[in-house]
T-cell receptor, first 115, second 111 residues
Framework: KAGVTQTPRYLIKTRGQQVTLSCSPI?????VSWYQQTPGQGLQFLFE???????NKGNFPGRFSGRQFSNSRSEMNVSTLELGDSALYLC??????????????FGPGTRLTVT | GDSVTQMEGPVTLSEEAFLTINCTYT??????LFWYVQYPGEGLQLLLK?????DKGSNKGFEATYRKETTSFHLEKGSVQVSDSAVYFC??????????FGTGTRLLVSP
């Protein structure tokens, strides 16, 4: 079975621009979560989608948004980029069937650099 | 809120040494506990998990036991290899696939 894929792998943007990152979960997984990893703040939860609905959201400003499509693929968008948004953005999918804590499988991440 | 505390790294060991990485947690309710490993330039890989008190998770020689009384989930391995060099993250989840991570512990194993 193919793993979680994320595109693009690397991205360089300028302050004030917006960016869209894409994630394709493992086949059959309906839950997709997003995390931000930085040296200073570590790994932080952004949001989680299940069957096209956002079920949970972390403590990030409204510039960070996401969505999920009917095929479970997910995108996250960051508008008005700031230097502090430079990070590795990780997507994870899970074979969630009832809202309990299932293991999550992570993609390789998208490395975003904001200049 | 929920939180995970891990020992500071780096942890430096010689090959075949015994490994312990401490992890304690604070959570409301009854969390599931996980260890993830991250190799350079890669995403996170699930190493092992435990979903209730006294459960022992194990994989690839690594073990961790869910201790409710001490709110701990320490990672152990009897004999480390150079290939185990990576960053290890302890994490908890209380539902809906939201993981709360510790700060990570870098392990360096020398031949």
């Amino acid at each position: 079975k193919a793993g979680v894929t994320q595109t693009p792998r690397y991205l360089i943007k300028t302050r004030g621009q917006q960016v869209t990152l894409s994630c394709s979960p493992i086949s059959g997984h309906r839950s997709v979560s997003w995390y931000q990893q930085t040296p200073g703040q570590g790994l932080q939860f952004l949001f989680e989608y299940f069957s096209e609905t956002q079920r949970n959201k972390g403590n990030f400003p409204g510039r960070f948004s996401g969505r999920q499509f009917s095929n479970s693929r997910s995108e996250m968008n960051v508008s008005t980029l700031e230097l502090g948004d430079s990070a590795l953005y990780l997507c994870a999918s899970s074979h969630d069937t009832g809202g309990v804590s299932y293991e999550q499988y992570f993609g390789p991440g998208t490395r975003l650099t904001v200049t | 809120g929920d939180s995970v505390t891990q020992m500071e790294g780096p942890v430096t060991l010689s090959e075949e040494a015994f490994l312990t990485i401490n992890c304690t947690y604070t959570a409301t309710g009854y969390p599931s506990l996980f260890w993830y490993v991250q190799y350079p330039g890669e995403g996170l890989q699930l190493l092992l998990k435990a979903t209730k008190a006294d459960d022992k998770g194990s994989n690839k020689g690594f073990e961790a036991t869910y201790r409710k009384e001490t709110t701990s989930f320490h990672l152990e391995k009897g004999s480390v290899q150079v290939s185990d060099s990576a960053v290890y993250f302890c994490a908890l989840s209380t539902g809906f696939q939201k993981l709360v991570f510790g700060t990570g512990t870098r392990l360096l194993v020398s031949p």
